[in-house]
Each structure stands twice: as structure tokens, then as C-alpha cells.
């Protein structure tokens, strides 16, 4: 399993807009897409601060969607947040998520 985390910062007074347009844009692209295994998003009424966080099933198809749809996304969001996203794709090493399964660890 792996994960895409994305930090941003919305633009003012833009955090209904934001909600607005992950629930009926972004989420329905989203799952529509190869291996996507679910989305966390992470924001506090009031705070720029947003943490994005998607669940993809291998590495090929987190990339496949950064490479292709991704642009896409920011495109939709373009006048809700402020400059570019941070973005990091990580391996899923632990989960309490039943239904999430993880990367099995290597011994050195």
C-alpha cells in the first residue's frame, strides 16, 4: 500500500469552497481511478493548513495518477489554494485500518 500525502494552503475565506469541490469534484475522479484505495483530508475551519492524504494499492498505479489525473486536480483547485502542493509518496509500513493492508517489513 501506498500513500500520497499533499500539504497546501487554502487562500482565504476559501476553506467551504475547498470541502465543496473535494466532495463533488476530486472524490468522484478519484475513484475512478486504478488502485485508489480511499482519502484522508486533513483541515480546520478557519486554518489554511490542509493535509491531504490518498491510499493507492501499488506504487505503479500512485504514480500512474501523479503523472496523468494529478494535473487534473490541481487544475480544479487552482482558486481555492495558495502556490504549489507539497507532495511525498510514501510506503504504508503499520495501519490500524482493518481493511488497509501494508508493506511487510524486510529484515536487515
Known amino acids: 500500500m501506498f500513500v500520497r500525502k499533499i500539504s497546501c494552503q487554502l487562500k482565504p475565506n476559501m476553506f467551504a469552497e475547498f470541502t465543496r469541490t473535494l466532495e463533488k469534484e ?45 494535473k487534473d486536480v490541481l487544475k480544479t483547485l487552482v482558486n481555492v489554494i495558495d502556490g504549489t502542493p507539497n507532495l511525498e509518496t510514501t510506503e504504508v509500513l503499520h495501519s490500524t485500518f482493518n481493511e488497509i493492508s501494508v508493506a511487510k517489513a524486510v529484515a536487515a
Not at 476530486?26 to 478557519?46: N, R
Not at 493507492?56 to 489525473?69: F, I, M, P, R, V
Open 26 to 70: 476530486i472524490l468522484p475522479l478519484l475513484h475512478k481511478q486504478q488502485g485508489f484505495k480511499g482519502e484522508i483530508t486533513l483541515a480546520t475551519s478557519g486554518s489554511k493548513d490542509v493535509l491531504a492524504i490518498s491510499l493507492w494499492d501499488t506504487q505503479k498505479n500512485a504514480d500512474l495518477y501523479g503523472s496523468n489525473t494529478y
